[in-house]
């Protein structure tokens, strides 16, 4: 497209080349403005999701309010009674949280919990409740501004482990 652009430039440059001063500027405008353009979606494509995202400190914020929206959620925050009153637990879950997310995203984490499959087994987890608990996600993620091409990213990058988490 850059290239075209630039070609395109000069045969008007040349053509149109003694015509006014103000066309020959505006074409030269033309070109730097597609050429920032084109550098800003090359810098924007080569960050990770993490990257875009903020990096730790923001996901660690999406969590905390991730967590505390699960909490007071009636749906399903029976699943995290015994973690959420253990300060002990809690932080380690919000930790396993971030590394999934964080290697998910493409930053340089790396989870060592369990696999959903275990970690979740005999919950009875309903496709209900896990779609409870993506709603709440959300709302997190809504409260921080997160970008809607990030939340689908992120929401996509998750999504696999449905499939291990719930059983009904």
């Known amino acids: 497209m850059r290239k075209t652009v630039i ?3 000069v045969v008007l440059a040349f053509v149109l080349g003694s ?3 103000a066309l020959v500027s505006a074409q030269k405008n033309m070109n730097s403005t597609f050429g920032a353009m084109s550098s800003a979606q090359k810098m924007e494509k080569k960050k990770t999701l993490y990257q875009r995202l903020g990096g730790r400190k923001a996901i660690e914020a999406v969590i905390d309010e991730f967590v505390n929206i699960v909490a007071a959620d009636t749906r399903i925050n029976k699943f995290f009674a015994d ?3 253990d300060p002990k637990r809690l932080k380690k879950f919000k930790e396993h ?3 999934q997310i964080c290697e998910a995203t493409g930053g340089r984490c790396k989870y060592k919990g369990k696999n959903m ?3 979740h087994m005999g919950m009875g987890i309903t496709e209900a409740d896990f779609n409870a608990l993506v709603e709440d ?3 997190a993620l809504d409260k921080f501004n997160v ?9 996509g990058a998750l999504g696999p482990m ?3 988490i719930v059983e009904k």
């Open 117 to 119: 499959k275990e970690a």
């Open 7 to 9: 070609v395109v430039s």
């Open 19 to 21: 015509l006014s001063p």
């Open 162 to 164: 449905k499939g291990d």
């Open 97 to 99: 949280l971030f590394k």
């Open 83 to 85: 973690t959420a009153g």
């Open 147 to 155: 970008g809607e091409t990030e939340k689908n990213e992120l929401l």
């Open 137 to 139: 996600l959300v709302k």
